[in-house]
């Protein structure tokens, strides 16, 4: 693929199934995912019972819904909103299709990762590239969801935001856990920028078990922003977050021209 016919973002479907093609279930897996249909909510919630409805292009958790199939009936939770109680499964997924309309959605299995004191977390993977074009692991983040978010976006579920060390104490399980998370931000950095031009990605990771990791969402940098910096300036340590900024200032000082010779190598 030529330079110009790399794109500056993908939706979470086309980005899905990129990553299936090349190979990125070697270093991280990959929840299973169908474009949003009648057919597929149907075949999804009869395989897992338990699935998320996500926008396509949709960012920061906004729209995103949780559907469980229970013992009596079936839930549904839309992010911000109160869980809904339905008699039936056809009930919940009608008045679901009916929500979202036209607009183009995945449906994805719900990943049994680990929760941190009840409440659902993942792990924000901050890559960057430097003026040399080598990608950096600029560091991780914990994202804690707020008591009533399904998901961990700060912002929208009234979450908070951790170092590794306050939810892994254990020194020689979060330096096997840097380990892995760096091995996979540098391939899945070189699998995406074989498609995107991009110079940072925050890569959002739920861990199942204590060890298996899961890729929950891809954010890079396009025309409309890039991943969070300031989840860093929460912590209580300063220095990731100026590392971070520093970086990024070098990258954004260059000239134009230089600029572009990153995105191509």
Request: overall charge negative; hydrophobic content about 35%; some cysteine.
């Amino acid at each position: 693929m030529t330079e110009k016919q790399r794109e500056r973002s993908l939706g979470k479907w086309e980005m899905v199934q990129f990553l299936q093609n090349e190979g990125a279930d070697r270093y991280v897996r990959l929840p299973e995912t169908r474009r949003l249909s009648r057919e597929s909510l149907r075949e999804m919630l009869e395989k897992f019972g338990d699935v998320y409805v996500k926008p396509d292009r949709g960012f920061g958790g906004e729209g995103v819904s949780r559907l469980r199939i229970c013992q009596k009936g079936a839930e549904w939770t839309l992010q911000g909103e109160k869980e809904r109680r339905f008699d039936t499964e056809k009930e919940m997924m009608e008045s679901l299709l009916n929500h979202y309309g036209e607009e183009e959605c995945i449906v994805q299995e719900t990943a049994p990762l680990d929760r941190y004191e009840e409440k659902p977390f993942d792990i924000r993977v901050h890559m960057q590239k430097e003026t040399d074009s080598s990608w950096v692991y600029a560091g991780e983040v914990v994202r804690i969801g707020g008591e009533e978010g399904i998901v961990s976006n700060v912002e929208i579920s009234g979450g908070s935001v951790l170092p590794l060390e306050s939810v892994f104490t254990d020194e020689k399980i979060r330096s096997v856990l840097r380990t892995h998370m760096k091995e996979m931000g540098m391939a899945l950095c070189r699998i995406m920028e074989k498609r995107l031009r991009f110079l940072e990605a925050g890569l959002d990771i739920g861990i199942e078990n204590g060890r298996e990791f899961w890729l929950l969402e891809v954010n890079t940098d396009d025309d409309h922003g890039g991943p969070s910096h300031d989840l860093f300036r929460s912590l209580p340590d300063q220095q990731l977050y100026d590392e971070i900024r520093a970086r990024y200032a070098r990258t954004a000082g260059m000239p134009d021209w230089l600029r572009e010779w990153l995105f191509i190598n």
